[in-house]
């Protein structure tokens, strides 16, 4: 039995607009027991997501808000540390949604073994988890590639970003990726294969666009919304396919944007825009591991961490992603 005290972090308050360190509270409280067909776990990896913002709203929304009290949720990569379950042994590395604390109880259900040879584990919950999975269907399924599309991608170098774009280039598509920094635009086109980078901090999106592809775009996998969104819009090809994968832009503002007006672009395009969740492909997950666990070891799909030690780092680490301070998929190394 391990004999640490469990760390958690809980959520102290709902914020408006950016979420503050405030917002969250650091409690140390004994390790829980585990009943007859559990498990005890000790959380390795916890991965930090935007939807994690909409769970600290207490609206309505596609999964239930965390309680005030309660801990954060999200998902984590654990150590199996005592089992009183048939399914499980103590060592087996899982995947799960075992939330912002140190050690977790389970009874097993939407609980993933993880295959230690695929790639290192943490990958359960980057490109071998949901992040990946998500570029993975969303890419493939939502945007339906062909050989020779322009893409676009927004949030290109983060979790999802950085895996769209370099399906879309295996895929044989021409690939933009549109960027908060310098650094992660040389980073797309010069490490992961973009063909092109866009700034949209210090460019001109829609001039960029313009210089980049004349030929016009054929595909936008949506991460961000906002003056991003609003350019790629005008420039669409007709027959193009829009994936609403995230709105980041909107999650932290205090009075919503003004709704779409130029919608009437999908017409002129005769465009398809659709909206999508990863949990809908669940069925499909193992076809996606399998297929990215593949292109991993070929050399064809890199991934880009970023680690944070330290479970009482989060909400520091959580705020700063939101801001767009992490480069790659973030996370905190809870434990080894
Ligand atoms: N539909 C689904 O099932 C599903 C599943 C997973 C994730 N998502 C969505 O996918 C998107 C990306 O998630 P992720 O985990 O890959 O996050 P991420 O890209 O690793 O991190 C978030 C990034 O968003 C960018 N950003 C922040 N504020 C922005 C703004 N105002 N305008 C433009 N970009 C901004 C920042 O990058 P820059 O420095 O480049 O600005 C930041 O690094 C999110 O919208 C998320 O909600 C959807």
Known sequence: ?????????????????FPVEDDFEVVESPI??????????ESMWLSLDPYMRGRMNDAKSYAPS????????????????ESRSPLFNPGDIVEGRFGWQS?????GIAVRKVDESLA?????????????????????DVCDPTPGDTVVVSAASGAVGQIVGQIAKIMGCKVIGTVGSEPKAKFIVEELGFDYAI?????????????????????????????VTDAVMDRINIGARIAICGQISQYNLKTPDLAPRNLGLL????????????????????????????????????????????????????????NGENFGKTLIKVAE
Do not use: H
């Open 66 to 81: 965390v309680d005030i009290g309660e801990p954060m949720v999200g998902g984590a990569v654990a150590k199996v540390v």
């Open 199 to 227: 700034n949209y901090k210090t460019s001109d999106v829609a001039q960029s666009l313009d210089n980049l592809c004349p030929e016009g775009i054929d595909v936008y996998f949506d991460n961000v919304g906002g003056i």
């Open 32 to 41: 829980p027991q585990p009943q007859q067909g559990e498990i005890l776990l």
């Open 1 to 17: 039995m391990p004999t640490e005290i469990n760390v958690r972090v809980l959520l102290k308050s709902r914020p408006t607009g």
């Open 103 to 107: 050690y977790a109880i389970s009874n």
């Open 267 to 322: 017409t002129r395009s005769q465009a398809k825009m659709e909206g999508f969740l990863v949990f809908a492909y669940e069925s499909r997950y193992d076809e996606g591991i399998a297929r990215m666990a593949a292109w991993i070891k070929e050399g064809k799909l890199k991934y880009k961490e970023d680690v944070v030690i330290g479970l009482k780092n989060a909400p520091k680490t959580f705020i700063g992603m939101l």
């Open 120 to 140: 290192p584990v943490q990958t359960a919950v980057g490109v071998l988890g949901m992040p990946g999975l998500t570029a993975y269907f969303g890419f493939l």
